[in-house]
């Protein structure tokens, strides 16, 4: 290793070790507190270690925070090898694009579980009994939401300004500007907060079926138009149907990115409030870029599949 | 030369000469002591002791390294009050101009006249017992490193230095990275709009209506990955670790999301549910 890291001492915290291990414990209690059970139809006993998951990932989340927030400057360990290819980048950003792939999984998981879904059955077709409820046919959620696309289409903007805006901030810190590099962290958080709060609202309307539209004809099914399904009438929500389920399930995973960029984000200005990020300290900004602009790629196909189509 | 490039490097002589290093050359090792040989060989010819301008490129072959690390090291060494910062060029071939540290450059002097003697005197041993050509024995500067080197830190990192843009993406050529992103964030926006735009149109065909949203999707996704996660200019390594998960991919939404239901039903008994 070359002299370049002697006045960056490195902090082995074993803080991300037992935020993993913690929240296994919390996702292994929630599946057996409402899928587990002999009859699968949930241990309520789990619920315990689904709080203490909960509680353990608090702690480990503010161990690793306070052991970074007192550091001055960054890590910048360089991969360790003798082969150029490998020693090109550090092993910060090696790392968060290991766990970027893992975050690949997780949605495209969620995506194809969708196609899945909607190959399974049939879209509404005149040709189609769908039912009187129209309950046999697939009524994708965006023609719920087609009343409502300007929100979404406004959130589409607002995560694409945010990637934006990200980017402005690390090159304000690579350009010296730190003051600069704040303040387009405050607007990202700023942009990232509004797509959520325009998303609970949109949840919220929907759930409680305030749709701007007509109510179909039965005898119609003339649901082509975009009028609102009979089998949606009380509301579209997370058991109305599978449509519901997996709009909501992709949609809130998405929606739980964005909520955990802002708290990264939150971290990231009043650190940068406190030492400034520069010229030599800035990778951060970058690995924390690379997050939220793949929160922003997968939206660019959410968007898509479950607003438009 | 321009009254403000003349500045910065008057300003970086007169820090050369007012500020004492806080280490000695000898005590630096590695990438650094590599970087300031190299930049003293460029600084001693020039009468001011100004060095010639210097691209990452060429720290980069004579390190053996890549460009963040030469960036950190040179951070280091300005910190350590070894080099200075002159004129400069930011963008698309970018350069810089150091100045060494006055108390440095004198010492560095000294000890390379220091080495020459030896060298040669080593090399006139080494001829009289006729085994050896000159250039296999003696102290080596760091600037016939370079050569050998060129070819192991390859070029790929020049492009990340140098954030250039394609010239259709930005309209034209433009050396400013703020305002190639601006654009690249109008491309985005073009294309979500022609997208809705698309969707209200209700084509009747399904592929029709899915290569459109397929299609626009993969093309921003290109444009995010490309620029803002900087794929553009990263080095092979992220490439190739962001394509793994493409095999995966495949195989959930070729073998499983567009399969017909029947084909995954019995996953289950396969799986001993």
Not at chain 1, 40 to 46: A, E, I, L, Q, R
Not at chain 1, 65 to 90: K, L, R, V
Not at chain 1, 158 to 179: D, E
Not at chain 2, 155 to 177: A, K, L, M
Request: aromatic share 14%; proline share 3%; with cysteine.
């Amino acid at each position: 290793m070359s002299d370049d890291h002697e006045h960056h001492a490195h902090i082995e915290t074993p803080a991300p070790f037992l935020f993993c291990i913690a929240t296994a414990i919390m996702f292994i209690g929630l599946v057996m507190a409402t899928a587990g059970g002999e009859d699968k139809t949930g241990d309520t006993g789990y619920w315990f270690v689904f709080i203490m998951g909960i509680i353990g990932m608090f702690t480990a989340f503010f161990m690793w925070i306070q052991d970074y927030w007192n550091q001055e400057g960054e890590e910048d360990e360089h991969i360790e090898t003798h082969h150029p290819f490998w020693a090109t980048i550090s092993t910060r950003k090696f790392g968060i694009w290991i766990f970027l792939l893992t975050e690949v999984m997780v949605f495209s998981t969620l995506l194809s579980a969708y196609m899945r879904y909607r190959a399974a059955v049939p879209d509404y077709s005149p040709d189609i009994d769908c039912g009187l409820q129209f309950e046999d046919c697939w009524v994708p959620a965006a023609d719920v939401i087609r009343s409502h696309l300007i929100f979404g289409v406004i959130n589409t903007f607002a995560l694409l300004l945010s990637s934006l805006t990200v980017v402005l901030a690390l090159y304000a810190a690579k350009n010296n500007n730190p003051k600069a590099a704040t303040r387009y962290l405050m607007v990202t958080f700023v942009l990232g907060t509004l797509f959520l709060v325009l998303k609970l609202w949109e949840w919220g309307e929907m759930k409680d079926g305030h749709f701007w539209g007509e109510e179909c004809s039965v005898v119609k099914q003339d649901i082509a138009h975009h009028c609102i399904a009979p089998k949606y009438e009380h509301g579209f929500w997370l058991d109305t149907s599978i449509e519901g389920s997996t709009f909501y399930i992709t949609t809130g995973t998405h929606g739980a990115h964005v909520f955990i960029g802002l708290i990264a984000l939150l971290y990231l200005i009043a650190k940068a409030n406190k030492d400034g990020y520069n010229e030599k300290d800035h990778e951060t900004i970058e690995l924390f870029g690379l997050y939220w602009h793949y929160v922003d790629l997968v939206w660019v196909f959410v968007f898509p599949f479950f607003y438009l189509y | 030369m321009s009254k403000e490039k003349y500045d910065k490097n008057k300003e970086a002589l007169e820090l050369s000469n007012g500020n004492d290093p806080l280490v000695k050359f000898s005590e630096l090792t590695g990438i650094q002591s590599n970087l300031t040989s190299y930049i003293y060989d460029s600084c001693s010819k020039d009468p001011n002791g100004i060095s010639e301008k210097i691209t990452i490129k060429e720290l980069c072959e004579i390190a053996d390294t890549s460009a963040p690390s030469v960036k950190k090291s040179i951070l280091r060494l300005r910190d350590k009050n070894i080099l200075f910062k002159g004129e400069y060029k930011d963008g698309r071939g970018g350069w810089t101009q150091y100045v060494l540290s006055r108390n440095v450059f004198d010492d560095m002097k000294q000890l390379l006249t220091v080495d020459n003697k030896a060298k040669s005197s080593e090399t006139k041993t080494v001829d009289n017992t006729g085994n050896n050509s000159k250039e296999e024995v003696g102290i080596e500067p760091a600037k016939t490193k370079a050569p050998e080197k060129k070819t192991k830190a390859k070029d790929h990192h020049d492009e990340h230095e140098d954030h250039s843009f394609p010239d259709w993406v930005t309209f034209g050529h433009t050396d400013n990275p703020i305002e190639a992103f601006v654009k690249i964030f109008a491309w985005l926006v073009f294309w979500t709009i022609l997208e809705v735009l698309a969707i209200v149109q209700e084509f009747e065909s399904f592929i029709l209506n899915m290569t459109i949203l397929f299609g626009i999707a993969i093309i921003k996704c290109w444009f995010i990955c490309s620029f803002f996660m900087h794929m553009a200019w990263d080095p092979p390594l992220v490439n190739r670790t962001a394509a793994v998960p493409f095999f995966f991919l495949a195989v959930l939404f070729l073998a499983i999301g567009l399969t017909t239901p029947g084909a995954v039903d019995d996953l289950a008994t396969i799986c001993g549910f």
